[in-house]
């Protein structure tokens, strides 16, 4: 630009010289050699600016590529920056989970041996230990199906549960053990404090039961999980439902290699209609929707009625709205109850309370309160059903062909239930609820179409199982592992499973 100024001088400078001779002999020319010599100035005047510019230009062209090689060398020391500084930050956030680990009695055990934490598993047993871990859901979805996978590979494998839920004792009905500890909601601690305290409660676990796995059920996995489980030698695995809505926080999605080591997901009858958060992730196991079914086989009708202590003269209708948890259940329930109850005089209701539910609620003498865990073996003594749609409670009823008039729970922090209920009814399994006419009428419209047979024309070929196919993924992803499966923290590697059956599997794995 120095160099530029004298030019731009020059060029300014000629042209007012020029316009000076111009005008004299504009102003003087009188005959035809006056108009002559007018345009030949005013060529001159031409050839002067054009010069002048062509200089400008190609020293403005210099300019504009100079300028860009200071702008790239700059992006280059910025990055060079970026890094440096990047590596500096990784530094200090390995200080400072060091500093942490130490303050929190992890490194090399420095807190007392918590035996109280130890959990029973199978003595002299040569099976893998795997640790289920499950979030604070808004019902027991997540302990549902951690305890369907449990059930299914207990040929292949060792479990026991760690739980937030409110409900988690009810594990220990089926042969499993639970440890628990308060979801952060509930101890009404700050997430900072909270979170360090299960960290801590984590590292003891680990530290005392040794587990290959740690299987984790929920949509945010805790630190204290994935640092305790890797600390301690344990494979972290995610059971990651689908269906997530779009506004669903998908930061550990799109860094999922930073906190589990293997996803496995469980097919939903939306799973091809899914474009959330988690539709287009490739890394991880697909297997069949996973429903619970603890028990060697369905009940009849009458057996069923004979459980609930209900007369067999009368029809049922079960009504499973959710633990209200996360929204007020209460408005909904009384108007399908109103609804049900108009729309036959021989029709009764049967709720269904959430093992979350403390409080029983006031109702007539048509309603039947009952307290069943899983309600879905008494599935048969009902004409159908009016749910939440639920992951568990949708594929429960498709499974077990009941009709189902579904009004999704909008509360929800990721379930897109809206998606997986419109999907069931668009395939003729059910019906939704709408914003209109009242809950009541929808409900007494739907139990005419039920009675007429609308719902029994239709199947949905749903490739479900009991938990089989997640079982065998955790085996067959814990084959492909160098890892301490026991307390003796022996190195071993766990062969494959030679055999394709699950439950009641004939060989001997891990032996």
């Known amino acids: 630009m120095k160099r530029l100024v004298p030019l731009m001088w020059v060029a300014g400078g000629a042209c007012v010289l020029v316009h000076a001779g111009t005008a004299v002999f504009a102003f003087h020319a009188a005959t035809q050699a006056g108009i002559v010599s007018l345009a030949v100035l005013s060529l001159l005047d031409l050839v002067v600016v054009i010069s002048a510019s062509g200089i400008v230009f190609r020293h403005l062209s210099r300019g504009v590529r100079a300028t860009q090689m200071d702008v790239e060398r700059a992006r280059k020391d910025a990055s060079r920056l970026n890094y440096h500084l990047n590596l500096k930050l990784d530094r200090i956030e390995r200080t400072v989970n060091r500093v942490r680990a130490l303050d929190e009695g992890i490194s090399g055990g420095l807190t007392p041996v918590a035996s109280h934490l130890r959990l029973p598993w199978q003595a002299g047993s040569a099976l893998p230990r795997v640790l289920f871990v499950t979030s604070n859901g808004a019902g027991v979805g997540h302990l549902t199906r951690c305890m369907s996978i449990a059930s299914a590979g207990q040929a292949l494998f060792d479990s026991h549960f760690v739980s937030l839920s409110s409900a988690a004792k009810i594990v220990e009905g089926f042969g499993f053990s639970v440890l628990s500890f308060d979801s952060q909601t509930k101890s009404q601690l700050p997430a900072e404090i909270w979170n360090d305290r299960f960290a801590e409660f984590m590292d003891a676990v680990c530290r005392e039961n040794k587990p290959a796995a740690v299987v984790f059920d929920g949509t945010w996995i805790y630190r204290g999980v994935h640092e305790a489980a890797r600390r301690h030698g344990a494979r972290v695995i995610w059971l990651r439902r689908g269906l997530w809505k779009n506004n669903a926080s998908a930061v550990q999605i799109e860094d999922t290699k930073?906190?589990?080591?293997?996803?496995?997901?469980?097919?939903?009858?939306?799973?091809?209609?899914?474009?959330g958060p988690v539709a287009n992730c490739a890394d991880h196991v697909d297997v069949p929707a996973i429903t619970f079914a603890p028990y060697k086989r369905q009940l009849s009708r009458e057996e069923a009625l004979d459980v609930l202590s209900l007369p067999h003269d009368r029809r049922y209708v079960l009504v499973q709205l959710g633990a209200g948890q996360i929204n007020d259940t209460s408005t909904a329930r009384r108007d399908v109850i109103e609804g049900?109850?108009?729309?036959?005089?021989?029709?009764?209701?049967?709720?269904?309370?959430?093992?979350l539910t403390v409080s029983t609620p006031n109702v007539g003498s048509r309603v039947h309160v009952v307290r069943e865990f899983p309600i879905s073996r008494l599935f048969a003594a009902f004409d159908c059903l009016i749910a939440a749609a639920g992951y568990n409670t949708v594929h429960e009823a498709i499974h077990s062909a009941l009709p189902g008039f579904w009004i999704p729970n909008t509360s929800t922090s990721t379930d897109n239930q809206e998606l997986r209920s419109s999907i069931v009814e668009r395939s003729g399994l059910g019906a939704v609820a709408k914003e209109s006419p009242r809950l009541a009428i929808q409900v007494e419209a739907f139990l005419s179409d039920v009675r007429?047979?609308?719902?029994?024309?239709?199947?949905?070929?749903?490739?479900?199982?009991?938990?089989?196919?997640?079982a065998k993924a955790i085996v067959e992803y814990l084959g492909t592992q160098t890892i301490p499966l026991h307390a003796d923290d022996s190195n071993i590697q766990a062969p494959r499973c030679p055999s394709q059956c699950i439950t009641g599997c004939p060989c001997t794995p891990y032996r």
Do not use: C, Q
């Not at 007429?452 to 997640?470: N, Q």
């Open 452 to 470: 007429s047979g609308k719902f029994t024309a239709h199947s949905h070929e749903l490739e479900a199982d009991h938990g089989a196919g997640a």
């Open 258 to 275: 930073s906190y589990a080591d293997h996803v496995i997901v469980p097919g939903d009858i939306a799973a091809n209609h899914d474009r």
């Open 340 to 355: 049900v109850l108009s729309a036959d005089l021989h029709t009764d209701v049967v709720l269904a309370l959430s093992p």
